[in-house]
């Protein structure tokens, strides 16, 4: 049994959730998501003001905790939102929100742009200038592009410069020891 597939899932104010088939939406004030679920596999019914999943064969409990969390999770990022921080690290490499475009300066000869997806806003800490918040209502799509920022120059061992998130730990190695 799935001790978080048993849990209710409960709206909060100001989210409106609606089924149709197999098809569930959340829309609050920071957007509007989507789930498709399997249909075969899981139940979904609004009773009050709260979504209850029930799975339909003993084989689908794999799916009965996964339908849940995701439908939680949803109800979750249209209320609150999602955030994901990166810092910059390095002499003269540094971040640029210009409107839908994002434009780092990463030691390359040249600076990178990088469009902002719809549904993302980028702005830069107000007491620390390296660092920069991702945020948006959709978590895999905040995580995506911010991913893509950390590709843009991945932190590197020996000096730790790069971009990373806030808060990640680099384990850092001892450079080369010259003959002596």
């Known amino acids: 049994m799935s001790r978080i597939g048993k849990q209710p899932v409960v709206i909060p104010e100001g989210v409106e959730v609606s089924l149709k088939g197999n098809t569930i939406t959340t829309k ?10 399997l249909e075969n596999e899981v139940e979904v019914k609004i009773e ?4 209850i999943v029930s799975p339909k064969t003993e084989k689908s409990a794999a799916f009965w905790g996964t339908t849940r969390s995701v439908i939680n999770n949803m109800v979750e990022w249209v209320s609150k939102g999602f955030k994901k921080s990166l810092e910059i690290n ?8 210009q409107g839908d475009k994002l434009i780092l300066s990463i030691g390359y000869s040249h ?9 993302l806003k980028v702005e830069l800490d107000e007491k620390q200038k390296n660092v920069i918040h991702v945020s948006g ?4 799509l905040v995580g995506e592009f911010a991913a893509k920022i950390r590709a843009k120059k991945k932190p590197e061992p020996y000096k730790g410069k790069g971009i990373k998130y806030v808060g990640e730990h680099i384990i ?7 003959a002596k």
């Open 28 to 37: 609050g004030k920071l957007g509007t998501l989507e789930f498709s679920f």
């Open 48 to 51: 009050d003001n709260e979504i």
């Open 111 to 119: 600076k990178v742009e990088m469009k902002v997806p719809a549904g």
């Open 90 to 97: 390095w002499v003269g490499y540094k971040f640029e929100p």
């Open 137 to 140: 209502f959709d978590k895999q």
């Open 172 to 178: 850092r190695k001892a450079g080369k020891t010259g």
